[in-house]
């Protein structure tokens, strides 16, 4: 060390300020941060209300609605199988399967309800409870078009059906000319489950 820094002059140069212990100003910039962090954790605070609200409320009913369409989807191709295969009784058992999934869907659709109260998401459900009155529509006409060919399955050939070689093409003919009259009225239910 140099021999003129010795003594006072040391003290001089070495000396501490007072005004380094003082604080800064920094209070704008301290309450920007607070009022930042603030609306921060706001945002944070409605986005996780959010988030568990829509998974209580939308995602868990509507992964149970999902899950039985898809079972519904599976027993319609079992139904469509009975179909191509000509089975009646398959058919109208299949038929009552559906109908029952179908009240389970309406069941599930209606914890959905809430929905129809938000502007652009109504429309959604509402097309919604139209499909399931159209499917249940579907179910009963289904039923309708077995209740009128039932009379009629061995002459159809469908299965189940006892066929009797006693009866010859004629009384076959003359049985269906005079039994068109009992199908009317079932068309006339299948017209207006249609509209």
Same mark, same amino acid.
């Given at each position: 060390m140099p021999c003129f820094l010795t003594g006072n002059l040391l003290h001089y140069f070495m000396e501490i300020p007072k005004d380094i212990n003082t604080p800064v100003k920094i209070k704008k910039n301290n309450k920007a941060l607070k009022i930042f962090l603030s609306i921060f954790? @706001? /945002?944070i605070i409605i986005v996780i209300a959010l988030s568990i &609200? $829509? %998974?209580? @409320?939308? %995602? /868990?009913?509507?992964? !149970?609605?999902l899950d039985q369409i898809n079972i519904t989807k599976v027993e319609a191709s079992k139904l469509k199988q009975f179909i191509n295969d000509k089975d009646l009784t398959g058919a109208k058992n299949q038929l009552s399967t559906i109908q029952g999934n179908l009240v389970e869907i309406s069941n599930q659709f209606s914890h959905l309800g809430y929905l129809n109260y938000f502007p652009y998401i109504k429309d959604y459900y509402q097309d919604g409870q139209r499909v399931v009155k159209i499917a249940n529509n579907g179910v009963e006409i $289904? @039923? &309708?078009? /077995? !209740?009128a060919v039932e009379p009629y399955q061995d002459f159809l050939g469908l299965k189940g059906a006892g066929v009797s070689s006693a009866k010859t093409t004629e009384d076959r003919i003359a049985f269906l000319t005079q039994s068109v009259e009992g199908v009317l009225p079932h068309l006339d239910t299948i017209d207006t489950k249609i509209k």
């Open positions: 954790s @706001f /945002i &609200t $829509g %998974y209580v @409320f939308a %995602y /868990i009913p509507g992964k !149970k609605l $289904g @039923f &309708t078009v /077995i !209740k």
